[in-house]
């Protein structure tokens, strides 16, 4: 299994909603990652997870709040979001090997914030 | 501060042709790792090819190699023998150790543009 799997694939959300983002992987990786993605742009990261800690955390809102219950769940929830918040979230995990660290990536929840 | 730079925001190459994307970088770090990332519209983002720092020899994978630059901090990517299935944005980045774990920065990207 090489695969990182985020769920859901779409999500459309009001600004007083909560909802949750889910990431999920049995790799045994024990690094994974949340990135932000606006259309047209580079993948911009919000928070590293290291060991089921949360290691980097780039000064992202509040309104942002990650969580990792275990080494291979990751998820990110969400609250009273703003419609600049609408773009792509990658999950992404890593190890390290022969080469340097690889990185494998989810295919994204395209989030809209109404 | 370490930046990433692509100064291409579009190529366009002919199927079966060779086509190569730039990208540059600056550090003050001497060993690290460089990578190219590609995202087709399904916008999943796949590793295509990395480098290390301190190793002289230019990586390859089958029909993408780079020319890896150390004093010029250039970090280009070559396309063999284009197909349809290459087009997508193509992102340069550079790896970085930060408070304990790894951080990948990226350049702005390079959509590249196959004809058939």
């Known amino acids: 299994d090489t695969e990182v799997t985020q769920t859901p694939k779409h999500l459309v959300m009001g600004m007083t909603n909560k909802k949750s983002l889910k990431c999920e992987q049995h790799m045994g990786h024990r690094a994974m990652y949340w990135y932000k993605q606006k259309a047209k742009k580079p993948p911009e990261l919000m928070f590293v997870?290291?060991?089921?800690?949360?290691?980097i955390n780039e000064s992202v809102p509040s309104r942002f709040s990650p969580e990792c219950p275990n080494s291979s769940l990751l998820n990110l929830h969400l609250h009273a979001l703003q419609p600049e918040d609408s773009a792509l979230y990658l999950c992404?995990?890593?190890?390290?090997?022969?080469?340097?660290?690889?990185?494998?990536f989810g295919s994204g929840t395209q989030l809209s914030v109404l | 501060a370490q930046t990433v730079t692509q100064s291409q925001p579009e190529m366009s190459v002919q199927e079966a042709e060779t086509v190569t994307l730039s990208c540059t970088y600056d550090?003050?770090?001497?060993?690290?790792?460089l990578f190219w990332y590609k995202q087709p519209p399904s916008r999943q983002m796949i590793l295509v090819i990395r480098?290390?720092?301190?190793?002289?020899q230019n990586a390859t994978e089958n029909r993408f190699s780079v020319n890896f630059q150390k004093a010029a901090k250039s970090f280009s990517l070559k396309i063999s023998d284009s197909q349809l299935g290459d087009a997508a944005m193509y992102f340069c980045a550079y790896r970085l150790w930060m408070d304990s774990s790894y951080k990948l920065i990226f350049g702005s990207g390079t959509r590249l543009l196959v004809r058939p």
């Open positions: 992404a995990s890593s190890q390290e090997e022969q080469g340097g660290e690889k990185l494998f």
């Open positions: 997870y290291s060991y089921e800690k949360l290691s």
């Open positions: 480098q290390e720092a301190y190793k002289q």
């Open positions: 550090t003050s770090e001497s060993d690290y790792y």
